[in-house]
C-alpha cells in the first residue's frame, strides 16, 4: 500500500486553485426534499488524474472506490475509532517505469473501477482493453487478484489459426497482436488470452501465420514483420492449453522492446548470461534482470493477467521484409512455409503489385506480380500451393500459377476485369476436392462462387453460383475441408451480418443457408472470417438430432466493432 495523506474538514486545506477549502453549507434541494452538504475531507494518494469514484455500503459501513490515471485502484474507508478517512487498500500497478507503449511500463491507467454486489470483489478497466480483477480473502484479509477478460480496444482488422488450428492470432488498430487459445482445467474450457506477441507503434493490418511457431504482420507502415514464439509463451500454452511443445534447435527464450522501439528483440536468460566487458556487463546485467521477470511465466498456473501480457508475452522479432511503397494491405503465407506474397495500398498499377518472398533466405523472388492497378485487399494460396489468387478494389481478381518444377515463381494463368461491378474485398480458395473452385465477395451484395474450365494451359474460371446479401460483402472463408460431399462457405457483411452455406461438393449448389443469431453477430463490418483448421470435429455423444449428426465446428469472425468473436457452429449432417 502506498502512503496517502488526508485533510479533514476542520484543517485547513487547499483546493486545486490555491484557495482554502471552506465549512460553509452547499443547500441541495429537490422537488421532494432539502439537504445540506459541507465539506468532510480531502483525500490525498493518487498522482494522477482520478477518472470514476464508487461508493459502497456494507454494514452500515461506507467505503470509496476511487481508480486513477496513475494505474491503481484505492479504497477509502473512515477509521472506525476517529472517523478520518484513509485509503485502506490500494491496487494495481506501483511502478515508476514509464514508456510509450504498453511494452514498454505505460500502462495507460485506469479508466473504470467498480465494486461487485457482495463488494467483495472489484474490476478495473485499462487503456488497453484488459479488465482486472481483485477478490477479497477473508481468512487472510488480502484482495487476491484473479483472472479476468481481455481484448482488443479498436477494430480488428485481421486473424490467423495455426496451421493445426491449436491457437488463433489477431490483428488490430489498437496496435496489437493478441494470441487466444484453450484453456483447459478440471474439465472446463474456456477461451482467454495467452500472449500479446506484438505491440507496436502503427495500426496493424493483416496477418498470417507460418506454421506452428512463426507469423508475419503489415501494419500502416511500408515493411513487413516477422516474428518467432519464445520458449516461455511455449511451455505456457503446453501446460495450460495441452498445446504440444517439440524440441526446437536455437530457439529464442523471451523478447523486449526498448524505450521508444518499434522492434521486439529477443533478450538472453540468465542461465546465457556470459561476462565481457564493463559495457557488455551493464547492458547484459539489464537483459537479465527483463529475462527474469519473463521466466515467472514458466511458474503460472493460470492465464496472464494484464501485467504479464503487456510486457512478459512479446515475441522475438526476426526479420523485416521491405519493398513496398505504402502501407502494408495485404498477405498470404504458403501452407508448406515456403512463401509469402504481400501486398500495399496503391493508387497505380507501378504500386499494385504482389510481391514474393521466400522464407528460407527471406529474399524477394522478382520480378513482382503484376496485374491490379488499386490496390490488393486479399490473396489466398490453394492448400497444394499451385495457384495464388488475388482481389482489389479495381473490382478484378487475377489468379498465377507456380512455375513447373515446383519452382517459386508464379506467373498469372487467368483474370477477370469485371468479376464484380463494385470493389471485391474478399477471395478464399474451396478445398482440393472440388477441383479449382474459389469464392469472391464484393461490395456488389454478391458472393459469386468461380470453378476452372479448359486445359491447364488455358485455364478459365466461370460463374457457378451467385449468392445475394442484404448490404456489402466484405469477408468470406470456405472450410478448409469437404464433409461427405459437402463444402461449408461462411461470409459476413458491412452491417455485421455473418452467413453459413452448405454447398454441394460436385454441382457447386447452394444445398441450405442460414444466417447466425443477430444477437451473437457484430454490430458493424465484419473484416475476416476464418475456419479453424485441422478436422477439428466432434459429435455430441454420438447420438442424433432429429434424425441427423451434429457436427462441430469452429469460425472466428472480425469486426470493425473491436470484437474477435468464436463460434462453435452445429451442423446436421444426414
Same mark, same amino acid.
Not at 216 to 226: H, M, Y
Given at each position: 500500500?502506498?502512503?496517502?495523506?488526508?485533510?479533514?474538514?476542520?484543517?485547513?486545506?487547499?483546493?486545486?486553485?490555491?484557495?482554502?477549502?471552506?465549512?460553509?453549507?452547499?443547500?441541495?434541494?429537490?422537488?421532494?426534499?432539502?439537504?445540506?452538504?459541507?465539506?468532510?475531507?480531502?483525500?490525498?494518494?493518487?498522482?494522477?488524474?482520478?477518472?470514476?469514484?464508487?461508493?459502497?455500503?456494507?454494514?452500515?459501513?461506507?467505503?470509496?472506490?476511487?481508480?486513477?490515471?496513475?494505474?491503481?485502484?484505492?479504497?477509502?474507508?473512515?477509521?472506525?475509532?476517529?472517523?478520518?478517512?484513509?485509503?485502506?487498500?490500494?491496487?494495481?500497478?506501483?511502478?515508476?517505469?514509464?514508456?510509450?507503449?504498453?511494452?514498454?511500463?505505460?500502462?495507460?491507467?485506469?479508466?473504470?473501477?467498480?465494486?461487485?454486489?457482495?463488494?467483495?470483489?472489484?474490476?478495473?478497466?485499462?487503456?488497453?482493453?484488459?479488465?482486472?480483477?481483485?477478490?477479497?480473502?477473508?481468512?487472510?484479509?488480502?484482495?487476491?487478484?484473479?483472472?479476468?477478460?481481455?481484448?482488443?480496444?479498436?477494430?480488428?482488422?485481421?486473424?490467423?489459426?495455426?496451421?493445426?488450428?491449436?491457437?488463433?492470432?489477431?490483428?488490430?488498430?489498437?496496435?496489437?497482436?493478441?494470441?487466444?487459445?484453450?484453456?483447459?482445467?478440471?474439465?472446463?474450457?474456456?477461451?482467454?488470452?495467452?500472449?500479446?506477441?506484438?505491440?507496436?507503434?502503427?495500426?496493424?493490418?493483416?496477418?498470417?501465420?507460418?506454421?506452428?511457431?512463426?507469423?508475419?504482420?503489415?501494419?500502416?507502415?511500408?515493411?513487413?514483420?516477422?516474428?518467432?514464439?519464445?520458449?516461455?509463451?511455449?511451455?505456457?500454452?503446453?501446460?495450460?492449453?495441452?498445446?504440444?511443445?517439440?524440441?526446437?534447435?536455437?530457439?529464442?527464450?523471451?523478447?523486449?522492446?526498448?524505450?521508444?522501439?518499434?522492434?521486439?528483440?529477443?533478450?538472453?536468460?540468465?542461465?546465457?548470461?556470459?561476462?565481457?566487458?564493463?559495457?557488455?556487463?551493464?547492458?547484459?546485467?539489464?537483459?537479465?534482470?527483463?529475462?527474469?521477470?519473463?521466466?515467472?511465466?514458466?511458474?503460472?498456473?493460470?492465464?496472464?493477467?494484464?501485467?504479464?501480457?503487456?510486457?512478459?508475452?512479446?515475441?522475438?522479432?526476426?526479420?523485416?521484409?521491405?519493398?513496398?511503397?505504402?502501407?502494408?494491405?495485404?498477405?498470404?503465407?504458403?501452407?508448406?512455409?515456403?512463401?509469402?506474397?504481400?501486398?500495399?495500398?496503391?493508387?497505380?498499377?507501378?504500386?499494385?503489385?504482389?510481391?514474393?518472398?521466400?522464407?528460407?533466405?527471406?529474399?524477394?523472388?522478382?520480378?513482382?506480380?503484376?496485374?491490379?492497378?488499386?490496390?490488393?485487399?486479399?490473396?489466398?494460396?490453394?492448400?497444394?500451393?499451385?495457384?495464388?489468387?488475388?482481389?482489389?478494389?479495381?473490382?478484378?481478381?487475377?489468379?498465377?500459377?507456380?512455375?513447373?518444377?515446383?519452382?517459386?515463381?508464379?506467373?498469372?494463368?487467368?483474370?477477370?476485369?469485371?468479376?464484380?461491378?463494385?470493389?471485391?474485398?474478399?477471395?478464399?480458395?474451396?478445398?482440393?476436392?472440388?477441383?479449382?473452385?474459389?469464392?469472391?465477395?464484393?461490395?456488389?451484395?454478391?458472393?459469386?462462387?468461380?470453378?476452372?474450365?479448359?486445359?491447364?494451359?488455358?485455364?478459365?474460371?466461370?460463374?457457378?453460383?451467385?449468392?445475394?446479401?442484404?448490404?456489402?460483402?466484405?469477408?468470406?472463408?470456405?472450410?478448409?475441408?469437404?464433409?461427405?460431399?459437402?463444402? /461449408?462457405?461462411?461470409?459476413?457483411?458491412?452491417?455485421?451480418?455473418?452467413?453459413?452455406?452448405?454447398?454441394?461438393?460436385?454441382?457447386?449448389?447452394?444445398?441450405?443457408? /442460414?444466417?447466425?443469431?443477430?444477437?451473437?453477430?457484430?454490430?458493424?463490418?465484419?473484416?475476416?472470417?476464418?475456419?479453424?483448421?485441422?478436422?477439428?470435429?466432434?459429435?455430441?455423444?454420438?447420438?442424433?438430432?432429429?434424425?441427423?449428426?451434429?457436427?462441430?465446428?469452429?469460425?472466428?469472425?472480425?469486426?470493425?466493432?473491436?470484437?474477435?468473436?468464436?463460434?462453435?457452429?452445429?451442423?446436421?449432417?444426414?
Amino acid at each position: 500500500m502506498l502512503s496517502s495523506g488526508v485533510s479533514t474538514g476542520s484543517e485547513s486545506a487547499l483546493n486545486g486553485n490555491g484557495n482554502p477549502l471552506s465549512n460553509k453549507a452547499h443547500i441541495v434541494q429537490t422537488a421532494n426534499s432539502r439537504h445540506l452538504a459541507t465539506f468532510e475531507a480531502l483525500l490525498l494518494g493518487h498522482e494522477d488524474w482520478i477518472y470514476t469514484l464508487k461508493w459502497r455500503s456494507r454494514n452500515g459501513h461506507l467505503r470509496l472506490l476511487s481508480s486513477s490515471a496513475d494505474n491503481s485502484l484505492a479504497i477509502w474507508e473512515p477509521d472506525r475509532d476517529t472517523g478520518v478517512w484513509v485509503c485502506t487498500t490500494r491496487l494495481g500497478e506501483i511502478s515508476g517505469q514509464m514508456g510509450a507503449t504498453t511494452a514498454t511500463g505505460s500502462a495507460g491507467g485506469f479508466w473504470i473501477g467498480l465494486w461487485s454486489p457482495d463488494g467483495n470483489s472489484v474490476v478495473s478497466l485499462g487503456k488497453n482493453g484488459g479488465w482486472r480483477l481483485w477478490t477479497l480473502d477473508a481468512a487472510l484479509e488480502q484482495w487476491i487478484q484473479r483472472v479476468a477478460v481481455s481484448g482488443h480496444t479498436k477494430a480488428v482488422m485481421d486473424t490467423a489459426w495455426t496451421a493445426g488450428g491449436e491457437y488463433l492470432l489477431s490483428t488490430s488498430s489498437d496496435q496489437t497482436t493478441r494470441l487466444f487459445a484453450e484453456w483447459k482445467r478440471e474439465g472446463l474450457e474456456s477461451w482467454r488470452e495467452f500472449s500479446r506477441p506484438q505491440i507496436h507503434g502503427y495500426d496493424l493490418n493483416c496477418i498470417d501465420t507460418m506454421g506452428e511457431h512463426r507469423f508475419i504482420s503489415g501494419a500502416d507502415e511500408k515493411l513487413l514483420r516477422v516474428f518467432e514464439e519464445p520458449r516461455a509463451v511455449e511451455t505456457l500454452l503446453h501446460r495450460l492449453c495441452e498445446i504440444s511443445a517439440p524440441h526446437r534447435d536455437n530457439q529464442l527464450e523471451t523478447a523486449n522492446m526498448p524505450v521508444l522501439g518499434l522492434s521486439n528483440k529477443a533478450v538472453a536468460t540468465a542461465q546465457t548470461a556470459t561476462s565481457g566487458t564493463d559495457a557488455d556487463e551493464v547492458h547484459r546485467s539489464q537483459e537479465v534482470v527483463i529475462s527474469r521477470a519473463h521466466q515467472s511465466l514458466l511458474d503460472l498456473q493460470h492465464p496472464p493477467f494484464e501485467d504479464h501480457l503487456s510486457r512478459q508475452t512479446l515475441w522475438p522479432e526476426t526479420e523485416k521484409l521491405y519493398g513496398h511503397g505504402y502501407e502494408i494491405s495485404a498477405v498470404a503465407c504458403s501452407h508448406d512455409g515456403h512463401l509469402v506474397a504481400t501486398a500495399c495500398r496503391a493508387s497505380s498499377i507501378d504500386h499494385a503489385v504482389i510481391r514474393l518472398f521466400e522464407t528460407s533466405g527471406w529474399t524477394e523472388i522478382k520480378p513482382p506480380l503484376s496485374a491490379h492497378s488499386l490496390t490488393v485487399t486479399a490473396l489466398s494460396f490453394t492448400q497444394d500451393d499451385q495457384f495464388l489468387l488475388s482481389v482489389g478494389r479495381d473490382r478484378m481478381w487475377a489468379v498465377f500459377e507456380q512455375g513447373p518444377n515446383s519452382t517459386r515463381t508464379y506467373k498469372i494463368v487467368s483474370s477477370n476485369p469485371k468479376g464484380h461491378s463494385r470493389m471485391i474485398l474478399g477471395a478464399s480458395w474451396a478445398p482440393v476436392e472440388s477441383g479449382r473452385v474459389f469464392a469472391t465477395a464484393g461490395r456488389d451484395k454478391l458472393v459469386k462462387i468461380w470453378k476452372s474450365t479448359g486445359s491447364s494451359s488455358e485455364l478459365e474460371f466461370v460463374v457457378k453460383e451467385s449468392i445475394s446479401a442484404a448490404s456489402a460483402v466484405t469477408a468470406l472463408s470456405f472450410s478448409p475441408e469437404a464433409e461427405e460431399n459437402v463444402i /461449408r462457405l461462411a461470409f459476413g457483411t458491412d452491417l455485421g451480418v455473418i452467413q453459413v452455406c452448405s454447398i454441394s461438393l460436385n454441382e457447386l449448389s447452394i444445398i441450405s443457408s /442460414r444466417a447466425i443469431q443477430q444477437s451473437l453477430t457484430p454490430s458493424r463490418s465484419i473484416n475476416r472470417l476464418a475456419w479453424r483448421p485441422g478436422g477439428r470435429r466432434s459429435y455430441y455423444n454420438g447420438g442424433y438430432v432429429n434424425g441427423k449428426k451434429p457436427v462441430n465446428r469452429t469460425l472466428a469472425a472480425t469486426s470493425d466493432d473491436n470484437s474477435l468473436r468464436i463460434y462453435r457452429i452445429c451442423i446436421l449432417e444426414d
